[in-house]
């Protein structure tokens, strides 16, 4: 019978300890994409400054908004994780300005750059994945950090955001 009770209690700890790797797992990948996606935004617009013939201002007012709304939703998230609030930070309607804003931004440097714009079914696809990633990467770093001290909070906000802020257009050369 102490077997058997310490057989299923060690179970229990692998499987809890199986659970936190595959939730550090999602919220490392979530992260690495949403740095990916910053740097494949900023290296586009890069390109379109050096080599396109298109009217800077719509690009410029493009990018503007897919970084403005990304920082938004960048800038609740840390907040959240820095003040230790009691309840996970609601930034589904963030998260869905920053998908929508980047898709747009896509099209718009796809269509500067001369590539096939984001339309559609697949413009779709990208829009609820990118909207998902956002909101594991909000939901996971809360929980992850909620009962942790205020210095402990504050650094992991700050390396958030070192990681994941978008430049601003005239920030870019």
């Known amino acids: 019978m102490l077997r058997t009770a310490r057989t299923i209690v060690g179970a229990a700890g692998v499987l809890l300890i199986a659970a ?6 999602d919220l490392n990948k979530a992260v690495s994409d949403a740095e990916g996606r910053k740097r494949a935004a900023e290296n586009g617009l890069k390109e ?9 201002e719509q690009i410029r007012a493009a990018y503007k908004e897919a970084a403005t709304s ?24 963030a998260a869905e300005s920053a998908a929508t804003t980047l898709v747009e931004w896509v099209s718009v440097r796809n269509r500067a750059l001369g590539l096939p714009e984001l339309t559609g079914a697949v413009a779709d ?49």
């Open 20 to 25: 936190l790797a595959s939730q550090a797992a």
């Open 48 to 56: 379109i400054k050096t080599r396109s013939a298109s009217p800077l």
């Open 70 to 93: 990304q920082n938004a939703w960048l800038e609740a998230v840390c907040q959240a994780v820095e003040q230790g609030t009691a309840t996970a930070p609601d930034v589904s309607t």
């Open 125 to 173: 696809s990208v829009k609820k994945s990118v909207t998902q990633d956002l909101l594991e990467i909000a939901g996971a770093t809360w929980k992850n950090n909620r009962g942790a001290d205020a210095k402990k909070r504050t650094s992991v906000a700050e390396t958030l955001k070192e990681r994941l802020r978008w430049r601003m257009f005239e920030e870019i050369p």
